[in-house]
């Protein structure tokens, strides 16, 4: 069973400071990791999405991966409320048809005044 | 630019009742996805699309049926419904297989999800 697994927080981080999301996966045979950001009663939209081992920096975000360790992390710097959200780490495995992602259950991030 | 979209966003049924989720995109997208989601939960894959014509099971396809005979359409069959069946579902397509590495190929654009409550 290929799993995805995140901590469903409430993660709270006041306003201004860095937010730390990980995500740990099952398989090394993973091919690509997503970060998807999901606001209450909305859909899913990816925000970030990382393939070899390191950083990828994207504006405020960036999206750290150590296939060795089998963990995505995902930084948000300078957190402003708009940040206040569920993230979920998806990842698309090397074998099996479809091009499937899996998801991890989320994390949801609190940004305080 | 409608993207995926998804009818209806909410609905209520009673145990046993079937119905319809349609979902349609104007992206030309070849590979089609139904999810569900239940409170607190991820994403769990229902049955995906890689083409017109050619469907197969996800993570979680019981009680639950698909066709794709144009790729615009994936409409997801319910039939007798049962309680388990609450969730929230989202449909959601991808341009082409994503073996490469480039974000256009692999990004999954969402609906706007419907709300089903079984009574």
């Known amino acids: 069973q290929k799993e995805v697994e995140q901590n469903s927080g409430p993660l709270s981080v006041p306003e201004g400071a860095i937010a730390s999301l990980n995500c740990t996966y099952s398989d090394r045979g993973s091919q690509s990791f997503f970060w998807y950001r999901q606001y209450s009663g909305k859909s899913p939209e990816l925000i970030m999405s990382?393939?070899?081992?390191g950083d990828k920096e994207d504006g405020r975000f960036t999206a750290q991966l150590n296939k060795a360790s089998q963990y995505v992390s995902l930084l948000i710097r300078d957190s402003q409320p708009s940040d206040s959200a569920t993230y979920l780490c998806a990842v698309k495995w090397l074998t099996g048809g479809g091009n499937k992602l899996t998801f991890g259950t989320g994390t949801q991030l609190k940004v305080e005044l | 630019n409608a993207g995926v979209t998804q009818t209806p966003k909410f609905r209520i049924l009673k145990i046993g009742q079937s119905m319809t989720l349609q979902c349609t995109q104007d992206?030309?997208?070849?590979?089609m996805y139904w999810y569900r989601q239940d409170p607190g939960m991820g994403l769990k894959l229902i049955y995906y699309?890689?083409?017109?014509?050619?469907?197969d099971k996800g993570e979680v396809p019981n009680g639950y049926n698909v066709s794709r005979s144009t790729t615009e359409d994936f409409p997801l069959r319910l039939e007798l419904a049962a309680p388990s069946q609450t969730s929230v579902y989202f449909c959601a397509s991808k341009k082409g297989p994503g073996t490469g590495l480039s974000l256009s190929g692999n990004t999954i654009y969402f609906g706007e999800g419907s709300w089903l409550t079984v009574v």
């Open positions: 699309s890689v083409g017109a014509g050619i469907t």
């Open positions: 992206m030309n997208h070849n590979y």
């Open positions: 990382i393939y070899s081992n």
